[in-house]
Nanobody, 123 residues
């Protein structure tokens, strides 16, 4: 069973940066689309960034220009670089992967999901 493990979360001040990592226990990214989601307290999961199997990337409007997906295939790892962080970015961040061409927009539609990493941005 392939597992996804997130890391890189933490506490930063507004305007700061963090890089989240999503490491897969096997080489899956040639067969799976991958998404980053977040869930703030009392809210539902929100799609932050999705990368389809053909490499098409989409970002939530709230993070465009600030967040960037990147990858290291040799390490089976996808990254989410988060710059110019705002207090409203505070949430638990999750990565997820699904063996389809186009990434679903709902977190619950993914078979592979990580346990999450907390990001806290203070003003």
């Amino acid at each position: 069973q392939v597992q996804l493990v997130e890391s890189g979360g933490g506490s930063v001040q507004a305007g700061g940066s963090l890089r989240l990592s999503c490491a897969a226990s096997g080489y899956i990214y040639s067969r799976y689309c991958m998404g980053w989601f977040r869930q703030a307290p009392g809210k539902e999961h929100e799609a932050v960034a999705l990368i389809d199997l053909d490499g098409k990337i989409s970002y939530a409007d709230s993070v465009k220009g600030r967040f960037t997906i990147s990858q290291d295939n040799a390490k089976n790892t996808r990254y989410l670089q988060m710059n110019s962080l705002k207090p409203e970015d505070t949430a638990m961040y999750y990565c997820a992967a699904e063996r389809v061409l186009r990434c679903p927009g709902r977190f619950s539609d993914y078979d592979l999901r990580g346990q999450g990493t907390q990001v806290t941005v203070s003003s």
